[in-house]
């Protein structure tokens, strides 16, 4: 989870990671968020990288492109590097 | 029997009365109209007067007037601090405030018998607490006084075993002689005539207090002046006013005693006498030596 | 525990059951399951009850659901017992026992529908009812007086006194509060109100007996910013609200739940209306908030939302005067506008009272259109990534836990005065200690001054200050952080170190979060939840053509800009706008409002927006029609549901969410640099009175600002 895995991260307007404190299914959010979010800001700092809890939520992420187009990927039940996975796709797939 | 019905028929219309007179306006002012009294009669007028002090309003506010207001700022004098800081050492250092009321006092005697809102508030300071705190404590007890007064408070007692042997006559003829009515101070400022609860001589009834500011908190004194006459309370006053000390206590007699001699103890007293702790300790060794004789002459 | 202090904390685990969502099932359930051992059982009226050791049996009546009369007890202050309606006959005792203060013994028998207690208080009541004045006409606690309920359930029907009544003199105490002091009845609850929460000792009872008066001895201002709650306390009209004198009649009005915005905790208020018109606002009871305390602020800036409101749309003409139009037209032109610029160079703020539907609306509306740049209204340089980075994470609650509590840039007496209540009970009840880097103020308590310069705050980072012991040896300490340090331009980096500083000396350690940002508007944070910050490509590198101000009174906006506002005052911001839309204040539209802790409340319509003004949302939406960019919610139920689509803790309203706390992670990317030390820390509040657009225009506002610079001359 280098730097250099989320340069594309410049396209995306917002990201917005949806999770639960303590849940299980959240897990995962919770330990990439831990791991890789300095790495996120780093790559690119203008980027809003919102982290939003509630207890009983359910892990989501949602980016923000251009235009006000969101796309929304369940995070539930995934583990750190799923997350990260999910993330490299949508900021992959900037729709035009 | 006619007496008794017209009795009943009389309380039967009281109660009913008693009972009406809440809704009924009429009776109400009829009720009125029996308990209040004439208006010009001397003694309604009289008890309308005490009345109405007691019904006051605006004797537990400050108001600021030139020599008593908020922007005045007064201390301790250097002289009296060592008393101040001997009152304040009797209390545990976090609970300055039960020195409250001896400060107080102390302040009044030096400042001429009187308490400003500066000297409460400079002990609101020394005690660090707020002042309201203070203010509560000074308004609450009659003896602060928050006027200014003269120099020699004179206080009559008033209360019952005083008022049977005449103190309403002292109070007059000290009223004739300074010229003044009840809680006011002469014009040449020397007296205050006041009143004062019970002071316990009721013996020596009847009796007055003089409290002296003339000499600052070193001169201070509080003195009672007892068995007096309308005749003798005049001439104390006349004595104090003229930088004399009369006579403390009982103006006739030596204490409380009874004024025609003693009719108790007249004599020395009987019996039983202390017993002579010396002989008794001579005998009691007397004993055991003999007994100690006894018993080595039985071993031999 | 002191008596008091267990009593406090019960009565706070009973309103936790009497308000919480289960309260009732709590109730069942604690009748029927075995009794909590650390409990005593007591029988009132027959009815056993098991209360925790220590109360007091008026504690153990209003358990059993038994109604005690009370004037001078109130179960935030301390015990006076001095009025003695709580009278009730307890068994073996010969005389009955002022329930307020006698601690339950296991085994009780209290009873309080016997004869003895009936004429205890028939007894009192008639005691009561001799000095009091026949004010009830001209007073205006009449209908709302608990004189007059308990004289009406509890009292004699009839009197029997034809003396002579005493009469007091009124006393000044400032243009908020009216006092009429011969109705008092000496409860003293304004007096242990004014030294135990507000602590500003000014009040006091002096003399005795039938001279007896309550008030400030001498004629002084009632000087706390939370002296309007002794009108709630006053149990007669003895004290009441000036601004309110002689206009409404309690039944009259009809309450409406609501939250204030003017500070940031969310006090939750009650919103008196009769008809159109808000005649007073009052606090409601929410132990997790505000208690039953609301400030100055909040109570009595009301008279504000009659003046200057704006209520029809206006656009600047040519000659450079506002001229009214339509709304058609109105939303016709800022379209064209909105479309006519190229979205770099469009700029949105949102106002720091904005509701979140209105501000998800504009920022939606805003990214639709391909414009990134939306900023909180002077909180441009804040992050709204990690939520514990901008929250008052340990909670209102939390701060009574405190032991340890370091002040900086903030002067919270001024910015929230309920929360300093709180502060104040941690540091006298608590034993706890306060610092402040920050302004020197007098916070009500004892606390020390460290400085007000960068500097001081570089050494308790660095760990150098004296003070740094102190912290690392507490059990809970906390930091406060004010929101004027937010706004600072040198923030980030202050607020890293301040992190930094927090993970080092165990501000932030396990299950204890203590760091606290203490929001000073009910808008803030919700717009930062929201994420109504820039998006990626927004820069400031092209100036800004045209500026949205969505009831935003400070943005910047260079010369030539085209600006629109839309709020409810003419004030400020109005005044440089080229298109007024006219939106709904506070009261007058249904919104959410996030408060410091995060916590989103709802704030219920009271009335309907003035003239032709709008809800705020609704008009952004018709915008956006106009736009060319539909907005997909028309109903304010899909405008929540878009808000919880955002962030999911707006669906669980009235609730705290824990938040994470990214050990440093958050301010990481930002480059070191030094702060500037040019300006000292201040207070975002310089007079309490006016912060905000409703405040500064409400002239009862303007009479406490006269007041206080009366008083401070």
């Known amino acids: 989870m280098s730097k250099a895995a989320f340069t594309g991260l410049k396209a995306v307007q917002e990201l917005r990671f949806h999770l639960c404190q303590t849940s299980k299914g959240s897990e995962g959010v919770r330990n990439f968020l831990m791991s890789s979010y300095k790495t996120l800001k780093a790559a690119s700092p203008s980027t809003p990288v919102l982290i939003r809890e509630s207890s009983g939520a359910e892990g989501k992420l949602y980016a923000r492109y251009d235009m006000g187009v969101e796309k929304c990927v369940k995070l539930e039940g995934l583990d750190a590097k799923g997350v990260e996975k999910c993330l490299q796709d949508l900021v992959s797939s900037v729709p035009k | 029997m006619p007496r008794a019905r017209a009795l009943a028929r009389a309380l039967a219309r009281a109660v009913d009365a008693t009972a009406r007179v809440a809704l009924d306006g009429a009776s109400m002012r009829a009720t009125c109209a029996r308990t209040m009294t004439k208006p010009n009669d001397a003694r309604a007028v009289a008890t309308a007067r005490t009345r109405a002090r007691a019904y006051s309003v605006g004797q537990m506010v400050h108001r600021d007037v030139p020599e008593d207001n908020s922007t005045m700022t007064w201390t301790f004098e250097a002289s009296v601090r060592p008393k101040v800081d001997a009152i304040l050492r009797r209390y545990p250092s976090n609970y300055k405030r039960s020195a409250m009321i001896p400060l107080l006092d102390l302040a009044q005697q030096q400042n001429k018998g009187h308490l400003t809102l500066a000297m409460m508030n400079h002990i609101a300071d020394v005690l660090e607490v707020a002042p309201i705190r203070v203010y509560e404590v000074a308004t609450f007890y009659s003896m602060f006084n928050r006027q200014k007064m003269g120099k020699l408070h004179v206080m009559v007692c008033g209360t019952t075993p005083c008022m049977l042997r005449g103190s309403r006559e002292i109070e007059k003829a000290l009223e004739e002689w300074m010229g003044v009515k009840k809680f006011e101070t002469t014009a040449c400022g020397t007296f205050t005539l006041g009143e004062m609860e019970c002071m316990g001589c009721c013996v020596n009834a009847p009796m007055i207090a003089v409290a002296d500011y003339r000499n600052g908190v070193e001169g201070y004194s509080y003195n009672y002046y007892e068995d007096l006459t309308p005749q003798t309370a005049v001439k104390v006053c006349e004595a104090l006013k003229a930088g004399k000390s009369p006579r403390v206590g009982s103006q006739i007699r030596d204490k409380a005693e009874p004024i025609k001699g003693l009719t108790t103890l007249t004599g020395d007293p009987s019996g039983p006498f202390s017993r002579d702790l010396d002989q008794i300790k001579a005998d009691v060794d007397a004993a055991a030596a003999a007994a100690a004789a006894a018993a080595a002459a039985e071993k031999k | 525990m002191t008596r008091l202090a267990v009593a406090r904390k019960a009565s706070r685990e009973a309103y936790k059951t009497l308000f919480g969502a289960r309260a009732g099932a709590m109730r069942a359930m604690s009748a029927e399951a075995a009794p909590n051992p650390d409990t005593v ?110 004289s009406y359930i509890f009292g004699s029907d009839r009197s029997r006194f034809t003396e002579y009544k005493r009469a007091v003199e009124d006393k000044e105490l400032g243009p908020l509060v009216k006092t009429v002091m011969t109705r008092c009845i000496h409860c003293t609850r304004c007096v242990r109100f004014s030294t135990e929460i507000a602590g500003v000792q000014d009040m006091g009872i002096t003399g005795r007996g039938n001279q007896a008066e309550v008030g400030t001895y001498i004629s002084k201002l009632l000087a706390s910013e939370l002296s309007g709650n002794v009108i709630d306390l006053c149990p007669v009209g003895a004290l009441t609200s000036k601004p309110f004198a002689f206009t409404a009649r309690s039944w009259e009005l009809e309450g409406t739940p609501s939250i204030d915005v003017t500070d940031g905790l969310g006090s939750n208020i009650r919103v008196d209306t009769r008809g159109n018109e808000v005649m007073r606002i009052v606090p409601r009871a929410n132990e997790e908030v505000n208690e039953e305390w609301i400030s100055d602020k909040a109570r009595f800036s009301y008279d504000a939302l009659k003046r200057q409101r704006l209520d029809r749309p206006m656009v600047r003409g040519s000659d450079g005067k506002l001229q009214e139009t339509s709304w058609e037209f109105a939303l016709d032109y800022v379209a064209e506008k909105l479309k006519a610029t190229e979205p770099d160079a469009i700029r949105a703020v949102a106002g720091k009272l904005c509701d979140a539907e209105s501000m998800i609306s504009l920022k939606d509306m805003m990214n639709k259109l391909g414009a990134s740049h939306t900023t909180p209204e002077g909180m441009a340089n804040v992050s709204a990534d990690v939520r514990s980075s901008y929250l008052f994470n340990s909670n209102l609650v939390g701060v009574e836990d405190a032991d340890y509590v370091l002040l900086i840039g903030t002067n919270p007496r001024t910015e929230a005065p309920v929360l300093n209540v709180r502060l104040r009970r941690a540091v006298i009840a608590g034993g706890a200690t306060v610092t402040s880097v920050g302004p020197n103020a007098d916070l009500s308590y004892p606390s020390t001054h460290l400085g007000d310069t960068t500097a001081t705050l570089e050494e308790i980072t660095s760990g150098k200050h004296a003070v740094c012991e102190a912290i690392k040896a507490a059990n809970n300490p906390m930091v406060i952080v004010g929101s004027e340090l937010l706004r600072r331009a040198d923030s980030k980096i202050l607020l890293k170190k301040i992190h930094a500083m927090c993970d080092e000396l165990g501000v932030v350690k396990g299950d204890w979060n203590g760091f606290n940002v203490l929001h000073d508007a009910g808008g803030t944070v919700g717009a930062l939840d929201i994420g109504f910050v820039p998006g990626t490509s927004a820069s400031n590198d ?88 539909p907005l997909p919610y028309n109903t304010h139920e899909q405008v929540h549901r878009r808000l919880a689509e955002v962030a999911p803790h707006f669906a669980k309203l009235n609730e705290v969410e824990a938040t994470l706390w990214m050990n440093g992670a958050t301010y990481a990317h930002e480059k070191a640099r030094k702060a500037d030390a040019s300006i000292p820390f201040k207070s975002s509040v310089e007079n309490f009175f006016m912060t905000d657009v409703i405040s500064k225009t409400s002239a009862t506002m303007a009479k406490c600002t006269e007041a206080r610079n009366e008083m401070n001359a």
């Open chain 3, 542 to 629: 092209v100036p800004a053509k045209l500026v949205y101000s969505l009831g935003a009174e400070e943005f910047d906006a260079p010369a030539g800009a085209f600006i629109v506002y839309q709020g409810h005052h003419g004030a400020q911001g109005a005044s440089k706008a080229d298109v007024i839309l006219p939106g709904a204040a506070y009261t007058e539209k249904t919104g959410t409002y996030v408060n410091t802790e995060g916590r989103a409340q709802v704030a219920v319509a009271s009335m309907g927006p003035v003239g032709q003004a709008k809800e705020d949302w609704r008009i952004l939406r018709a915008l956006s029609e106009f736009a060319g960019v």
């Open chain 3, 41 to 150: 059982p007591v029988t009132v009226n027959g009815q056993e009850v098991h209360v925790p050791k220590g109360v007091t049996v008026l504690y153990a009546c209003e358990q059993a659901g038994v109604d005690v009369p009370r004037f001078c007890y109130h179960h935030k202050l301390s015990i006076a017992g001095n009025c003695r309606m709580c009278l009730v006959e307890v068994e073996k005792s010969p005389k009955p026992v002022a329930s307020c203060a006698m601690p339950v013994m296991p085994g009780m028998n209290i009873k309080t529908t016997t004869d003895l207690v009936k004429k205890a208080r028939e007894g009192v009541m008639e005691f009561l009812l001799i000095n009091h004045p026949l004010d009830c006409p001209i007073c205006d606690q009449g209908g709302e007086c608990e004189l007059q309920d308990q």
